[in-house]
């Protein structure tokens, strides 16, 4: 049973991250139901699961408004894609999603030890040259964690530099790498291709 939970749950998060990514506006639980062939009772238990886990944003009408990291409500890190502004749970998000997707755009955020505001800009997928580096959590912090949303999401974030990344982590407590941001996107982008094959936008 947890199997089946486990492979339904899966889909309803591809399915609203896709949802969320073409239409730029919440998902109704009845609209991913109609996009996966289920009932909509099914369908909306795995989005109250998801919810719990922090794998899935609803808002006060119970519409998804963020999957696997997408929001088309304000969230951390604004993402100018193309024609359409939407948001990131954490910077891993934005260069996974904009690396999958080949996508061309600038994603603006902010370092958390100096307060300054980043801009970054990506072309066909590829962050432009760009000094900034990306913190990523070890992952068996993200393992421990029990609301990815609020507590992994906002310990992956960019940084101006490589020691102003390791010094915020160490105040934090926290392990992990800190990452070029090719090097980010590349890594991120393979934990996003399947949520976009075939995806035409």
Known sequence: MEASGGALRADVRRVAFR???RSGSPAQVMDLAAGLGLPAEDVGVAVRELQDRGAVRVDGRGRVVGSSGLSVEPDRH?????ARTLWT???YDFAGIFGALRATGTA??????????????????????STVVLFRPDERFRDACTNVYEQWCPNSNLFETAGAA???AAD????GRVLTLAEA????SEGWLPLVEGLDL
């Open 185 to 188: 996107t590349a890594l991120a």
């Open 172 to 175: 934090h407590e926290l392990e």
């Open 78 to 82: 604004r993402i100018e894609l193309g």
């Open 108 to 129: 603006h955020t902010r370092d958390p030890s100096s307060g300054t505001d980043l801009v970054v800009a990506f072309e066909s997928g590829s962050p432009r040259q």
């Open 19 to 21: 949802f969320l990514l």
């Open 89 to 91: 749970w954490c910077a």
């Open 166 to 168: 390791r010094t915020w």
